[in-house]
């Protein structure tokens, strides 16, 4: 058996050259074909790599979808994001926990299902959803998982996953043959920039018309800014890389979107695969790349094929390859780098970090990747959105993109709108929309709030309806969840809060141990032992987090409590009371005293009854 | 002769090498800027945050941002000491630290830091984590209970001792320092005078048998408060 699992490793490590920077991918194929990377199996990587077991170890105990230790072959992880709590996951694994005889985070004894749950997988307008193994299924209702699992159980052909559990697919490219899934689309609004109609080719065609300095000055000249939420200005972060010394040039598409709440680049990547393509390459043309990279989160691993065989199209047409377009000299090739379960790694330095085989810690800055990113070489990181809005700006020009949407923020955004609301789905609406607008046009019911730009943006309230979703005001990633009047401010604030306790790398300080420290106190407070003087404890325990952390997740994982404190005040206080005659509420004596009770089998001298 | 550089902190002006970080500028010329993850000798880590500072309004950790000409650095403020009361908070309640039995106390910069800062009991509640020892080495204790996962001993043993005997598995609150075999410290290739165990901040890494043996009064921060000597330094010139 031994020797069995050493061959395995060996040819899966010779298949990647045995090149340590490809240690992600080595992890996930290990584990492919021997269900876990195993304490041995990770020494015989270490070994076949020759480097530190240690490494290895770290590796695979960094990534939510890399296991140590044997799972069932039927892997079921349920979403817990806020907007499939609220559609009733919690009765899912209570359904699922009777049928299989196990727990959440256990395996069958015969090896056949694991059950567990993931952080949002990207069907947040399909909710309650799960991802079976690499299978999406959405809109779990009543009965329907349990139904699932009957099925799997009495044909025993685990291995049939799909076949067995998807009756129909989804619309779109969702039917294609290489994707078969069940998810829909919910295209609700499509806009001129994204999901308009493309024709391959004619955006590179434009833009190898042009030299790199002037495509550069084009997208300049848009005004584009980047749609992941930071929006850094995408002409500017593409200068400073071709700018920058290196005799490489690398640009990697993020499409690692792991926002809660946010799922539109699921729908660009199943229906517009080459517009972003083409984006990439007008990109590497721009900044001097010979190699693209998309960094593809695990949860979207069944749209990998798909987007290979798009891929291949593409290089057969010659818009990929040596010579792209017929223009000597310019080689670009694109290769899909594969994700393994971290939101993390949505951080364009930690992204870095994962596609070089490493842990997905965000690296210290400066230097920026624009200077030294992948493999040390200058790096442009951008959002898949961003990309399209890129080939698209070539084919129609930048004054009729810069015509569409506000002086500061150009063009169209994509909304993901997940929550209570009738019309759940994308959205592509121009920026400077009205997010009362917006409401309406998803029929929201009877919102009381909506989380802009997921848990790491804000939760705003009727007072803020009036604003604008733009970089200046509600500035955005995309996802926008509504809540109605009957949601509990503080129990989602508490769940986004766990999201980001689970998601922190854990290598500072502040966003590791402070987050933890935000949620006691939280919890404290729904249980209803909060006192005033915590209001004030969240808020300065808040703003040190955001001040101290090292990277964008640390820096926004107080946003929850803090945006709450400020437009839910309300909320908090009705839960407080002041100490009685001194004393602190959440201090119960009694209870404190009950497992020493129990020990002893004796009443204590404090004693009451 | 590598380039001077000019900046500002907390109102004095310094002087500093191109390449330097505003931390190294800081040390040399006699300002400490408070820290635990940064050692002498160590490339830059970044983790623990304490060197949090200002430059030109925004916070930076110290031990990563170069000089640049013209920077205004805040330091030693009040909204600063006050944040890295709260850092040093965060790693006392995270792990299980007892000065009063750690063979470290008085030699423990964590616990000097504190000192410094002005702490007496931490404002956050404790924890409790659940943390493995590891006494497998024969000269070497691994006390994860006070580690503060600042990655000293990972870069010592990387950097100067030429090995490999540290990292770190898990992440978030989970995460835990791990050595380079399954067995333990003594499967790996570690020694007692190696850099590594000397890097630890606090009582982590132990060589065993040789504790509690500086008396009371004699210890490192028994009469100076962390830092002091780097202020003296300067002084003294």
């Excluded at chain 1, 985070?105 to 799960?130: H, K, R, V």
């Excluded at chain 1, 609004?189 to 434009?206: C, H, N, P, S, T």
């Excluded at chain 1, 990633?477 to 998601?503: C, K, N, P, W, Y």
Aim: with cysteine; net charge negative; hydrophobic share 35%.
């Amino acid at each position: 058996m031994s020797t069995t699992r050493e061959e395995v490793v060996s040819t899966v490590c010779q298949a990647y050259g045995k090149d340590r920077g490809r240690l992600l991918d080595i992890a996930r194929d290990v584990q492919e074909k021997l269900g876990c990377v195993d304490g041995k199996s990770v020494n015989h990587i270490a070994e076949e790599l020759s480097i530190p077991r240690v490494e290895v170890a770290s590796l695979v105990s960094f990534y939510s979808f890399l296991y140590s230790e044997p799972q069932g072959q039927v892997r079921i992880h349920l979403c817990n994001d806020v907007p499939d709590m609220m559609k009733g996951t919690a009765r899912i694994v209570a359904e699922l926990e009777e049928e299989l005889g196990i727990q959440v985070g256990e395996t069958t004894p015969d090896g056949n299902f694991s059950l567990d749950f993931a952080s949002c997988i990207g069907l947040s307008d399909q909710a309650p959803a799960a991802l079976v193994n690499d299978l999406m299924v959405p809109r779990l209702g009543p009965g329907t998982a349990r139904r699932g699992v009957q099925i799997l159980k009495e044909r025993g052909e685990l291995k049939e996953l799909n076949r067995l559990l998807i009756r129909n697919h989804g619309d779109g490219n969702n039917a294609h043959d290489l994707v078969r899934s069940a998810c829909s689309n919910n295209l609700r609004q499509a806009g001129e920039v994204i999901f308009a109609d493309m024709d391959r080719g004619d955006a590179l065609e434009k833009a190898l018309a042009m030299s790199p300095v002037e495509v550069i000055r084009e997208i300049k000249t848009s005004r584009l800014r980047g749609r992941g939420g930071a929006g850094f200005p995408t002409g500017m972060k593409w200068e400073f890389t071709r700018a920058a010394e290196g005799d490489r040039r690398y640009l990697i598409c993020n499409a690692d979107e792991g926002e809660p709440g946010t799922f539109k680049d699921r729908v660009i990547l199943t229906e517009r695969p080459d517009l972003l393509f083409e984006g990439m390459t007008v990109g590497g043309y721009a900044i001097g790349a010979e190699k693209g990279l998309v960094y593809l989160r695990a949860e979207y691993a069944y749209l990998r094929e798909f987007l290979e065989h798009v891929l291949d199209e593409r290089r057969e047409l010659g818009l990929l390859g040596e010579s792209v377009g017929g223009k000597e000299g310019f080689n670009f090739d694109i290769r899909i780098q594969m994700g393994a379960g971290a939101y993390i790694c949505g951080e364009e330095t930690a992204l870095i970090s994962s596609c070089e085989g490493l842990r997905g810690d965000p690296k210290n800055r400066p230097p920026f990747p624009a200077q030294q990113g992948y493999l040390g070489k200058p790096t442009s990181v951008n959002n898949v959105e961003t990309l399209c809005c890129v080939a698209r700006i070539l084919e129609r020009g930048s004054g009729w993109f810069a015509s569409i949407g506000t002086a500061g923020s150009t063009g169209t955004k994509l909304l993901s709108i997940s929550g209570d609301c009738m019309r759940p789905g994308v959205y592509e609406v121009p920026f400077g929309i009205r997010l009362r607008q917006v409401l309406e046009m998803c029929d929201a019911e009877e919102p009381m709030a909506a989380q802009v730009g997921g848990p790491s943006g804000k939760m705003v309230g009727e007072a803020d309806f009036d604003r604008t979703i733009c970089f200046d005001d509600l500035a955005t990633g995309g996802a926008l969840m509504v809540f109605g009047r009957d949601r509990d401010v503080l129990e989602i604030t508490s769940q986004f809060l766990q999201f980001f306790i689970h998601e922190s790398c854990g290598y500072c300080t502040p966003c590791r141990v402070g987050n933890v420290l935000l949620q006691e106190r939280l919890d404290k407070i729904r249980a209803g032992y909060g006192e005033p003087s915590d209001l004030d404890y969240l808020q300065r325990l808040g703003e040190s987090i955001k001040m101290a952390s090292r990277c964008g997740l640390g820096q926004t994982s107080p946003n929850p409590v803090l945006s709450t404190l400020e437009n839910f005040r309300s909320a908090y206080e009705e839960r407080l009371s002041a100490p009685a005659g001194g004393e602190h509420s959440s201090f119960d004596l009694q209870s404190a005293l009950s497992t020493s009770r129990a020990l002893t089998g004796r009443k204590s001298v404090h004693f009451e009854e | 002769m590598s380039e001077r550089i000019s900046l500002t902190i907390d109102g004095h002006t310094i002087e500093a090498r191109s390449g330097q970080t505003i931390l190294e500028a800081a040390q040399e010329a006699g300002v400490y800027i408070p820290r635990l993850c940064w050692m002498k000798g160590l490339s830059s880590f970044g983790s623990c945050r304490l060197c949090t500072v200002r430059v030109n309004g925004r916070s930076q950790s110290a031990c990563t941002q170069p000089a640049v000409p013209g920077m205004i650095v805040e330091n030693d403020t009040e909204e600063l000491r006050e944040l890295r009361r709260s850092l040093i908070d965060m790693l006392f309640v995270e792990g299980n630290h007892f000065c009063m039995f750690c063979e470290k106390s008085g030699d423990c910069e964590l616990q000097a830091l504190a000192y410094r800062l002005g702490i007496t009991a931490p404002q956050y509640p404790f924890l409790f984590p659940q943390r493995e020892l590891d006494a497998s080495h024969p000269d070497i204790f691994v006390d994860r209970n006070r580690c503060i996962l600042c990655g000293r001993c990972v870069r010592a043993s990387q950097e100067l001792d030429g090995k490999h005997v540290f990292g770190f598995v898990g992440r978030g609150p989970e995460k835990r320092l791990a050595v380079n075999a399954e067995s333990g410290l003594g499967g790996t290739d570690a020694a007692a005078e190696d850099e590594a165990v000397a890097a630890c901040p606090t009582g982590s890494l132990l060589a065993k048998r040789v504790g509690y043996a500086v008396p009371v009064g004699q210890r490192r921060f028994d009469h100076q408060p962390i830092g002091s000597e780097i202020e003296r330094a300067q002084s003294d010139e």
